[in-house]
């Protein structure tokens, strides 16, 4: 069931180590069929280096488990949150990768600084507001979603433009058109968050960058005019070329 | 004596240098077994690559060698203490890792700033009280120990929710139920003393977890509830999954 | 056609994430050749595990493809700039390596405060300005080398001996007589950014280096009277020994 | 001629790179044999992969070529004149290690504040005097080596007990006993002064080492009363046991 999906998503968890992304088993990526309405991801707590495609759990999108013998991630709803909410995303990828969370535990966005950042983010990456003590104690990892998609609807930020969000005192999510994007994302926001704490101590004159240089890169890259890469008619899916 | 402790101990120093928590030899791992009431201990000064599974040295818990042919390390008081006074700890790492003595060496606890951190312990990692000289001079490495005691007794802090201690002016050390769960807890440890470093750089803001996020992390993990991993009814053993 | 060239210029490229200067593709590194009046560069968003020597890309001193099936990167015009503005110049690199951003984006240079700075260039490394909306959306990639001609005649900079700079908002550029030696000065820059952050947080006193010391270092590895390395009367081409 | 010791200041070279302490070629190693009068260097600016046995230059106490195809490392002068002033050195290092590098930049003391330090180091990494305009002019290199000699004596440092130093505004020389101990002496330098970077930045308090500390960890390891190792009574030889 879902075999290409299976280890499409397998690759794409196994680039959270090599990415420098995770220690030990703190992260999970999933990637979705849409046809089929299922999505398959990671198991809970398993290592990198045990991983096997087949051990991949199929889910649908209520969250109940379709296919597999081991239990999904436990960030599971967050993901089903996620998928019914932002209906063009193809894969999801959490980690606790450290500057995101430095981040993340500060409440603070992670502004757009440099082209770097505006490669692949048409804009500040939000800090989700952390959940209340109800949110948590009723449904933790639903509510982890929720509060997501509520930034994104209440900042008025499109979620394919800026396909990043922290959730704050906790860490990062990324999203994408694929698992393999999604993860790539993520690796962004890690690096962009780095480079801004570094510019942030530099100096305290506004660093942010104008609209029109975020149009310049984004547009680059993104979208009917850009001509970044080998292919450009079809650039949104090969962003991470350069 | 002790074979499979030997090999588990063996294995969970090799840990250190894989994970970045020590430079040459900078650092020890021990194992106990409690109904014989032996521990096995990584001989003083014995560099990683030359360290092989029959050179643990085996020592009671009076600290006297009861087998080996190699000095135990000189640590050895320490974990003596810690095993006198901890009683459900299985094993103890002590390690020089830097962002961990960056906090030891300014007497400041690891606070609890996000969910990396709440994970795996349950609160702030204390910094013990540095030594007087006449501790020093009298008892240094037992007295090591003995401070780590008295501020898990003074602060009310439960050893088993809070697996690691900073020692003042000298560095961290870690404990759990196995030689391989202190090891893991040693490396959370130094992640999250990075992650806070720079968390409290982004904002002067109160970034302190609030106990309902403490409360569901950690639980998610540890404890009659737990639900994250293959193995809910043992997951305190398997803390290392996600 | 310039088969050896592709070759040095391929080579040149597969250092840059060898010496840790880009994540996935962010980067680019060309070579000309001055006789023929063509350069050679990577092609847009190759990924550098698939690259070959035959994917390079010949381009003309007026930005025009003159062999190749992959569109050349897509900052081919900055290199076609600084090319015809910088006569000396025989290889170009574009990063985005993470130092050298975070100053970029805080519009700040990365000042000569020590020797490692002063044995490779001769002064600090400019920021040149921010391009202005109308300077990006006329034409970004040939003003991006515009702003870094007319910084260095404004400020009366040889291009040679600082052979580096940083673009506003944007990263750094290096060049130097060949490929590979452009690439050797983008790590410079890399490697002295981060120890300036570094020394610049830990004093607020003037740390700039004396003329003179500026001078025996620049010297020792260059020019008529160098002393570094085997091979003194080509030290220009061997600035890279110890 | 000398080839154990070629041998052994070859395998010394090649730890730089393998403990991350250079870029490029940006370091070199001497040793010396005492009863000859003779000692041992890295030629200059050739890269470590291409480095042989062989190829290491034998130099006399005046600093004088006695056997080598190759020019000795420019800093020759300052391993001559370290030699000659520190008479029970037996192996010299330089690098352009960046933490170490930063801190010299700023003319700032690698303070005594942790343990680690303590360990290797009995007090402050002392910054020399940046050289003055004629004493570069003069006799940059071997005045580097005497600005050294004269920071120890004029604040009564034993070299033998602190054996490193930064130059300011260039970077560290650190020496031991032997080739390879020195090398260990370099790589703790780098790590101590990360972290006293790190708990400078994390408190205004002082965080200096009370005197007894310093004595219980040095002398630990060094001296007649030492007992960290396999192998007290030559302790000295063996302070990279832990």
Known sequence: MLEDLKQ???????KLPALGLVSFTWGN??????????????PSGVSYDELKPEDMVVVDLNGKV????????????????????FPNVGGIVHTH??????????????PAMN????????????????????????????NTGKTI????????????AVPAALVSQHGPFAWGPTPDKAVYN??????????DYHTMSLTHNNSDLPQYLLDKHYYRKHGANAYYGQDNAQSKNHADRA
């Open 97 to 110: 990768s450290p500057w995101a969370v430095s981040f993340a535990a500060a409440k603070m966005d992670v």
């Open 8 to 14: 499409e998503v397998y690759e794409a968890n196994m």
């Open 115 to 142: 082209t770097t950042h505006a490669d692949t983010f048409y804009g500040d990456i939000p800090a989700a507001d952390a959940l209340s003590q109800s949110e948590i104690e009723e449904d933790y990892e639903g």
């Open 186 to 195: 993520a690796k962004v926001l890690e690096v962009v968050a780095e480079e």
């Open 66 to 85: 379709v296919e597999g013998n081991m239990n999904p991630s436990s960030d599971t709803p967050t993901h089903t949150y996620l998928y019914n909410h």
């Open 29 to 42: 990526v999933s990637g979705i069929d849409r046809d089929k309405g299922l999505f398959v991801i990671k």
């Open 149 to 160: 998609v509520k930034t994104f609807n209440e900042r008025h930020i499109d979620y394919e």
